[in-house]
């Protein structure tokens, strides 16, 4: 409980030192991901808040906890019944150069079985360039290091925003693509792709597979998402989709797989309710 609650202060400190006049949201999101084999139930709770620093400079935090349910089949074995991530994420932006920005992240996370300790800690980040080619769009290119694949590894990311109109918005690039619509300052709309994946250190004693030290997820996504302003500062969200090319294993300490549950495709649910001000 020491090695928890230490490590939970390092992932609030940056938002304690923030005012809480700064722009923020808090949203909990409940998804399920059914397969033939395994249901995936995942809870997420989020609060973010961003600051202006200067004219040139801003900073964005964004602190989650996530909780993923594994219910199997009754002929499967090798059975992990729970998952867990604490996850913050600090964003910085400044604007080096007219119409150029430079953004660095540093994303500390934990992502453990049950029993949370110093080990589970891993470090993710991304350093973007931001180019305003015109009054419509921005080109982002950079380096992540991220687990969208599972394991975490450096890859390149780069996206294009085109702004087609006062209501309808166009995001093309990797790991995430997006385009959305607002009929009214109540409703939007966006259809969704991703690449998204995780990977969860596994409880020693409580191994399933004497080789196993870590479970692997990844997917490709297509969502439709459609987001509801209900009262003032109050949203709902409606999540319905498709994951395809969804992958679950075990793997031990050189990432050579032990154990592949074959789960195939599935499609996705999902509800969420946020307060933003």
Request: aromatic share 12%.
């Amino acid at each position: 409980m020491k090695i928890r609650f230490i490590i939970c202060s390092v992932f609030l400190m940056s938002i304690l030192s923030m005012k809480a006049q700064e722009k923020f949201s808090v949203n909990i999101d409940l998804k399920t991901e059914p397969t033939d084999k395994i249901d995936f139930n995942k809870t997420n709770a989020g609060v973010f808040f961003s600051r202006t620093i200067s004219s040139k400079s801003s900073i964005k935090n964004t602190l989650s906890y996530t909780n993923l349910n594994l219910s199997y089949d009754k002929d499967s074995f090798k059975s992990i019944d729970q998952l867990r991530q604490i996850q913050d994420k600090f964003e910085f932006s400044h604007e080096i150069l007219n119409a150029v920005k430079l953004i660095f992240s540093l994303t500390p996370t934990a992502n453990f079985q049950h029993n949370l300790d110093f080990s589970d800690l891993s470090l993710l980040g991304s350093f973007e360039i931001s180019r305003q080619l015109n009054s419509k769009t921005t080109l982002n290119i950079g380096a992540s290091r991220t687990a969208v694949f599972g394991n975490p590894k450096f890859l390149p990311v780069a996206s294009l925003n085109y702004k087609i109109n006062e209501n309808a918005n166009l995001l093309v690039g990797f790991p995430d693509s997006k385009i959305s619509y607002s009929n009214n300052i109540r409703n939007k709309f966006s259809l969704n792709n991703s690449f998204n994946g995780n990977f969860y250190n596994l409880d020693v004693q409580n191994n399933i597979n004497n080789n196993a030290v870590k479970a692997v997820l990844s997917q490709m996504t297509t969502s439709f998402e459609y987001e509801r302003n209900v009262e003032k500062n109050w949203f709902l969200n409606f999540k319905a989709g498709y994951d395809f090319d969804k992958k679950y294993k075990l793997t031990d300490s050189k990432d050579h797989t032990v154990h592949d549950y074959n789960i195939g495709n599935g499609y996705v649910l999902g509800i969420g309710i946020k307060y933003k001000q």
